[in-house]
């Protein structure tokens, strides 16, 4: 099975209900001649019920309706967890996808492989789409250990899944060293051997259903790097931060993506 090309932006924490779904709004026209690109957006918690309900104003327009992503969620069902939204209250929103082990989930707050192992369970539980981020760090890839990191990550993420799991799941490896203002991106040389093993783990785990899960490459795309990067036979998509935080920059970094001209 061949998955379309997909792209997306994490807003972190950045847009107001009504600042993201301007930017939907706006966004709509080009994701319509995007036919070929599965897009995708990932605002703050506070803006998903804006971000869906906008979308319900033009997704019967566009072949491939964009998923709307959260940015976390934890892996309780419910309980006394202040702060934490639980996979239902995201399924119950009609939010299509989760963000799960972001670089700065894993470093900032200390979310470990085990936590987010336990929370991919949950959010396929309740019918959530989940891209995993994985990732070394600057140190680990000085010390020549970065191909050990993204598998321990991987591993214990998709521990207890099988291929039955498989359509529901995306894979993004974003560098902790490429993300951010301070970050460099990687080149093709950086990331074609880490997808490769990638895919080795995909498919040891995963059985067939490993083949078809898309990896994405995140971490300083850019209108000027996203070719270089789609071209890579493994990647099959680019997960944007900074650069696709305005309607011209999405679109220009999607057009580029899709070796056009940006
Ligand atoms: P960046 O962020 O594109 O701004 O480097 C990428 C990310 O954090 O996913």
Not at 43 to 51: N, Q, V
Not at 115 to 124: E, F, V
Not at 223 to 250: K, Q
Request: hydrophobic share 45%.
């Amino acid at each position: 099975m061949t998955r379309p090309f997909l792209f997306g932006t994490n807003f972190k924490m950045n847009q107001t209900p009504t600042e993201s779904a301007r930017f939907l709004a706006e966004l709509a026209p080009s994701l319509r001649t995007a036919s070929e690109t599965q897009c995708f957006m990932i605002p703050p918690f506070t803006s998903l019920p804006a971000a869906v309900a906008e979308r319900a104003r033009f997704d019967s327009d566009h072949a491939r309706p964009l998923w709307i992503g959260a940015q976390n969620m934890h892996q309780a069902p419910s309980g006394a967890f202040t702060g934490e939204i639980s996979a239902a209250m995201l399924a119950a929103l009609n939010v299509d996808l989760v963000l799960l082990g972001h670089a700065e989930r894993r470093t900032l707050f200390g979310e470990t492989d085990h936590a987010i192992r336990d929370k991919t369970k949950a959010a396929l539980a309740a019918g959530l789409r989940v891209l995993l981020c994985v990732g070394e760090t600057a140190d680990e890839k000085r010390d020549g250990v970065g191909p050990e990191t993204v598998a321990r990550q991987l591993k214990i993420a998709f521990l207890e899944l099988d291929s039955k799991s498989a359509p529901m799941l995306q894979v993004a490896y974003e560098p902790v060293w490429s993300i951010g203002s301070n970050g460099i991106p990687a080149t093709p040389e950086d990331i074609e051997p880490i997808a490769a093993h990638m895919r080795r783990i995909l498919v040891d785990r995963l059985g067939a259903g490993g083949t078809s899960i898309p990896i994405l490459y995140g971490g300083s795309v850019s209108p000027e790097n996203a070719a270089t990067f789609s071209a890579i036979p493994e990647i099959g998509g680019l997960f944007v931060g900074r650069a696709a935080w305005t309607v011209a920059g999405f679109n220009a970094v999607l057009t580029a993506a899709s070796g056009g001209e940006s």
